[in-house]
């Protein structure tokens, strides 16, 4: 028997909309969040220790995530786990089960508990896809995920002239979340040249009727360019960066419709620091060792019920697809009503099925105007680190392929050690994949760098210990050390 | 030219003031507020690396500040592999630079 | 003479160097990719120290020294860029914790010593010399001057670039799905797969796990299972783990053939600076799924030898099917139901080391010339496997 009806992974927009969906319908919920916060990456906010007068200023939305907070705090069926990292699922003929350990990320001696739940909904979000870029080792190189997170959870800025490079509508909100931490952005370079970006946004008008608020907000970044005379440059990338220790300039140049760089066209920006975003990868490790089946394009497939190929399961927000704050929040809404044993076609639901077709549509757009062009490896030369963790440059990658003619990505990320370092190909897996993929042929042994069976470190200490299995027959050990928030 | 703390007079949001804390960092002390990481102490005081690579010996620091990337990797209180991006500071860690050699091949007995 | 060998692991890369190397015509069939089973997901181990006195210690204490000559024939051949197939003679140590696994242990290691092999018994105290993070508790242990490891990965990809270049051609995602026979119907004489017939002289069955289902497709049934194994990896770390080391338990475990779980501690480093932790033993088909309470075994017992590794942290893990014979020996040689048939597979948690030897075995076996130990214990009509081998159709 499980502990609560329904058990959610990730208390960002999707998580948090899931869970009180799922309330409403009447179940007893769980979240697992890894952080020691909700909100995930779009809520992303200073902690308690930290309070602030206007901390609104720096997030959209705001009242909604201050709504989900008064909801768990208010909720004692609605429990929050923060600091609670599930490291392993497993998918075994008695179903799914939830491997946890609690406590500090990266600590030791955490407790470790063992969960099972009638309806599990993982809510894992994504990540920032960065291209590698010759020089995008020196310190003071970030994602542009990097860049907001250090400045709504920190107040930090990451430089004091700041370049924002990459592809896709959040290089906007970097911007904005840069600017407002007392560092001057100096310039944004996207990569989607201007007729590209205006035949996928500009098109089918009538369908962004239902994206009003994006359009406001679209609206409101334009005026934060105008003002602080912040040059945005479509069809342009950095492709250098250059620096001794540090970021001392960024070198970008035009690139073309495939995103190749057009030689004459480079220019040398002084900056101290660079965030580099080209979109976004899903983080789909914890779905694939649940068993859930992903799409050609490599989400995890759901149905109208935001319900997965595995019995029980069900995938919320960027893992089903990138599509934004407002994408996840109608697909959990619906996931957790769902998993709660509602319908999809139930009235209450509605609005959040309207809002996910709108939605959808809108995330299609923003993928096919800001989709990554297959050209971007001309910018790399053989030195250009391609695995920041294993320190596997691109010249290497190509000999090994050359010379062992392998069509395997598992004996190719032996035989070069890319992927085989502490974020197990996280950050460099999916460019490895296109840059060792023989013309466009996928690999002979079906391998991905996304599938990883430990999805968090764990310590050897922790894992030999037993677990606390949760379920209905042992009370004593269902206190959770985290907080609710 | 600098990564730094937003000053809190000019700060937007209007911070309150908050608890000061320490950590230990090669040989320093570096101050910051209760709530902040590892990472962000450092970069407040302008430590942009605090990690060096194992081959080619390069400088790293923060990369993708939400603990997926495991390149701001330090030892806390003797612990290794902490993700400084994600670790909070309770006040007093002694902080240490990881740079681990690949090791060298054994002599045969 | 035309030669395909179905399987691109680690025994089929080393029969395709070795036969190309004589002048045969080989053709590498591998339904996936190369090195993409068993042979990328283990520890690369080359041991004598594991072995109890019999044929296969001989293959191994053979293997021992073929492993340093090919090791330098391999750069030699494919240059230095080619990535290092990381042969490290590290030797192994076996401790054993209580009395009764030292006097086993003590028993077993001079019975290997009658057979020709180095074991030195050492006091505790050398042996914390030798690795001093080890458990001091030291009952008793020996040291294996010959134990050695290699990348598995790369050694096959290496094997292979060598065959390449001396004219294989290796097939990748082509499955066989038959034989093709003579018209007496008692001689192979090529495989059908998915993408084409392939004539051949000779057809070597090198699939390892599922050597197996190709047997089966080919007509001539073998009995090799899978026997699941899984293996965790640290992060790179400081280099504490001098050796390859591990519990006395681990013997016993391969040398049984119990169903359930045996785990035993096995810890060594790379040359990457990981430390790779094992070891499991089950018989779960070819379910390779996560199963935690195998790898918590395994985290207790390597901590148990090696205290330090309750701070380490699990980075990731990879499971691997040995692929083992009834009799717990592997077959090398001729199938005797079918002409131009031959098996080397059945190689348990010990093929990489035993794959180029294998290999020459079946290369002297396939010129009529003395093989450099005698095949006869490996046949496949051996009395041993009599009862559980079928008629081939």
Redesign the interface.
């Known amino acids: 028997m499980a502990e609560v009806d329904v058990l959610i992974i990730g208390a960002g927009p999707a998580g948090l909309a899931a869970a009180t969906s799922a309330r409403r319908a009447g179940a007893t919920v769980r979240v697992l969040e890894?952080?020691?916060e909700s909100g995930g990456?779009f809520w992303r906010h200073?902690?308690?220790?930290?309070?602030?007068?206007?901390?609104q200023?720096?997030h959209h939305q705001w009242q909604r995530y201050q709504q989900f907070r008064s909801a768990v705090d208010a909720d004692p069926a609605l429990t929050l786990d923060v600091g609670a990292h599930v490291w392993?699922i497993?998918?075994?003929d008695d179903g799914v089960?939830v491997?946890v350990v609690y406590g500090?990320?990266?600590?030791?001696g955490r407790r470790r508990e063992?969960v099972t739940a009638n309806g599990l909904i993982l809510a894992t979000g994504a990540?920032?896809r960065?291209l590698p870029v010759p020089g995008w080792?020196l310190?003071?190189?970030?994602?542009a995920?990097?860049?907001?997170?250090?400045?709504k959870?920190?107040?930090?800025?990451?430089?004091?002239?700041v370049v924002i490079a990459g592809a896709g509508p959040f290089l906007f909100p970097v911007t904005d979340s840069v600017q407002?931490?007392?560092s001057t952005v100096v310039g944004v370079y996207e990569a989607a040249r201007i007729r590209r970006l205006a035949r996928h946004w500009l098109t089918r008008p009538w369908e962004l009727r239902s994206a009003t608020s994006k359009m406001a907000e679209f609206a409101a970044y334009v005026g934060i360019h105008l003002r602080g005379r912040i040059p945005y440059r479509p069809g342009w990338g950095v492709v250098a960066i250059n620096g001794t220790?540090?970021v001392e300039s960024a070198t970008v140049a035009r690139l073309d419709e495939q995103w190749r760089p057009v030689a004459g066209t480079e220019r040398t920006v002084p900056?101290?620091?660079v965030c580099l975003g080209h979109g976004f990868t899903p983080?789909l490790e914890l779905a694939i060792?649940a068993g859930c089946g992903l799409s050609r394009d490599r989400f995890v497939t759901v149905d109208d019920g935001q319900r997965t190929s595995v019995p029980s399961v069900f995938a919320a927000g960027e893992i089903t697809g990138i599509g934004g704050v407002d994408l996840a929040l109608a697909e959990g809404e619906i996931a957790g009503w769902v998993a709660a044993g509602g319908a999809p076609s139930d009235s209450q639901l509605v609005a959040a099925v309207r809002a996910r077709a709108a939605f959808t549509r809108f995330a299609r757009r923003i993928a096919d105007a800001h989709r990554i062009g297959s050209g971007w490896t001309d910018w790399l030369e053989p030195s250009t680190m391609v695995c920041?963790?294993?320190?596997v440059d691109y010249g290497t990658l190509l000999?090994?392929r050359r010379?062992?003619?392998?069509?395997?990505?598992?004996?190719l990320k032996?035989?070069?050690?890319a992927g085989?370092?502490?974020?197990?190909g996280?950050?460099c897996g999916r460019s490895v994949e296109c840059i060792l993929a023989t013309d466009g042929v996928g690999?002979?042994?079906?391998?991905s760098t996304d599938r990883?069976?430990?999805a968090a470190?764990?310590?050897?200490?922790e894992?030999?210990?037993?677990?606390n299995f949760v379920d209905d027959d042992d009370q004593s050990t269902t206190t959770s050390e985290g907080k609710s928030v | 030219m600098s990564a730094r703390a937003v000053p809190p007079a000019q700060d937007p949001v209007r911070p309150h003031p908050a608890a000061a804390v320490e950590i230990e960092f090669e040989g320093r002390t570096y101050r910051g507020v209760l709530g902040q990481s590892i990472a962000g102490i450092l970069l407040a005081n302008d430590v942009v690396d605090w990690r060096t690579t194992s081959v080619h010996q390069s400088p790293r620091g923060l990369f993708c500040g939400i603990g997926v990337c495991f390149d701001c990797v330090v030892t806390v209180d003797g612990v290794s592999d902490v993700r400084a991006c994600q670790r909070r500071v309770r006040g007093g860690e002694h902080v240490e630079r990881q740079h681990i050699s690949p090791p060298s091949p054994s002599q045969e007995h | 003479m035309r030669i395909v060998v179905v399987g691109a692991g680690i025994v089929g890369a080393a029969c395709a160097r070795a036969l190309t190397g004589a002048g045969f015509d080989v053709t590498v069939l591998e339904r996936g990719a190369v090195a993409g089973g068993t042979s990328s997901s283990c520890e690369g181990n080359l041991l004598v120290s594991d072995k109890t006195p019999g044929p296969e210690l001989d293959l191994a204490v053979l293997a021992s020294t073929r492993w340093p000559q090919l090791a330098v024939e391999l750069k030699d051949q494919l240059g230095d860029t080619f990535p290092s197939i990381e042969y490290e003679p590290k030797g192994g140590i076996v401790v054993a914790y209580s009395s009764a696994g030292a006097d086993a242990l003590l028993t077993f290691a001079e019975t290997q010593r009658q057979a020709g092999v180095r074991a030195r018994t050492i006091t505790p105290e050398e042996a914390l010399e030798l690795e001093p993070h080890l458990n001091p508790q030291i009952a008793a242990a020996v040291h294996y001057p010959d134990d050695a490891q290699v990348q598995p990965t790369i050694a096959v990809e290496a094997l292979l670039a060598s065959a390449r270049k001396a004219g294989a051609s290796v097939r990748t995602g082509e499955r066989v799905v038959g034989a093709l026979r003579d018209a007496s119907g008692d001689r192979i004489v090529g495989v059908h797969t998915d993408h084409a017939d392939h004539a051949a002289d000779a057809v070597v069955n090198a699939a390892g796990p599922w050597a197996g289902e190709v047997a089966a497709l080919l007509g001539a049934p073998v009995p090799v299972l899978p026997r699941f194994g899984m293996v965790l990896v640290t992060p790179r770390m400081s280099h504490r783990v001098f050796h390859k080391v591990y519990d006395a338990d681990y013997v016993g475990a391969t040398q049984s053939g119990d169903a359930d779980l045996q785990t035993s501690a096995v810890v060594e480093s790379t040359a990457a600076g990981t430390v790779l932790i094992g070891s499991s033993r089950q018989r779960v088909g070819f379910d390779d799924r996560l199963d935690v309470r195998v790898i918590a075994q395994i985290a207790a017992k390597a901590i148990a030898l090696f205290p330090f590794l309750e701070q380490a942290q699990v980075m990731r893990t990879f499971g691997g099917f040995r692929p083992y014979m009834p009799d717990h020996l592997p077959v090398i040689g001729p199938d005797h139901r079918v002409a131009g048939l031959y098996h080397v597979t059945g190689h348990e948690g010990a093929g990489i080391g035993l794959s180029v030897v294998s290999a020459d075995i079946l290369l002297a076996q396939l010129t009529q010339a003395v093989a450099p130990l005698d095949p006869t214990p490996f046949a496949l009509n051996r009395a041993t496997l009599a009862p559980h081998l079928k008629d081939a159709a």
């Open positions: 890894a952080s020691d990456q200073l902690p308690a220790t930290r309070p602030a007068g206007d901390e200023r720096l392993a497993e998918h075994r089960r491997n500090d990320v990266d600590g030791t063992s990540h920032d960065a080792t310190p003071g190189v970030v994602t995920g990097a860049a907001q997170a250090m400045a959870g920190e107040r930090i800025a990451i430089g004091e002239r407002k931490s007392a220790d540090r900056c101290d620091a983080r060792a920041r963790c294993e320190e000999a090994v010379d062992t003619e392998s069509v395997g990505l598992r004996s032996l035989t070069t050690r085989l370092g502490l974020c197990q996280r950050i690999f002979a042994d079906g391998a990883r069976p430990i470190p764990i310590r050897l200490g894992l030999s210990r037993p677990p």
